[in-house]
């Protein structure tokens, strides 16, 4: 890892072998000076607070609810363009869609602390999201998902 004093910023510029292309690929993140990417692109857009108190909501496994969640996080209230940010964040490898792999981590795109979906509610957030049956969720999709 390198860091950049000017910025503050770690990179993540190393292979490790034992990740598969998709990883390495997703590993390839600017840091921020907590090493956390995903609160550092999370603050700019929602509260850390909102974003905690809905983590700490969700603890539990198999309590996962997409509308609850994304209400208790801000997100619904946020404008369209806000919402893609959101995406981009999640969209861990940056192919335009979370796939279902991504998903299973999605809480882990809010804050580095959050815990991973189980397959249950991967599978159930996926059916919500994947509009048009390709099994996986395009930025409409999950802005519309989002708005509900």
């Known amino acids: 890892m390198e860091r950049n004093g000017a910025t503050g910023c770690s990179y993540i510029t190393g292979r490790d072998t034992k990740s598969s292309p998709r990883q390495e690929k ?4 600017v840091l921020g000076s907590d090493g956390n ?3 550092m692109a999370m603050s700019s857009i929602l509260n850390n607070d909102d974003i905690k108190k ?5 603890a ?6 997409h509308k609850k969640f994304f ?3 801000g997100l619904k209230s ?6 893609k940010k ?5 969209d861990a490898d940056n192919s335009g869609f979370i796939e279902e792999e991504e998903l299973k981590f999605v809480l882990k795109g809010f804050a580095k602390e959050g815990r991973d979906l189980t397959d249950k509610e991967t599978k159930a957030f996926l059916q919500a999201a994947d509009k048009d049956g390709d099994g996986k969720i395009g930025v409409d999709e999950f802005t519309s998902l989002v708005k509900e």
């Open 71 to 73: 209400e208790m996080v």
């Open 26 to 29: 997703s590993l390839q993140v």
């Open 60 to 65: 539990v496994a198999d309590s996962f609810d």
């Open 54 to 58: 809905a983590l700490d909501a969700f």
């Open 86 to 90: 959101v995406f981009t964040v999640l």
């Open 37 to 39: 990417p995903a609160k």
């Open 78 to 83: 946020k404008s369209p363009d806000e919402v």
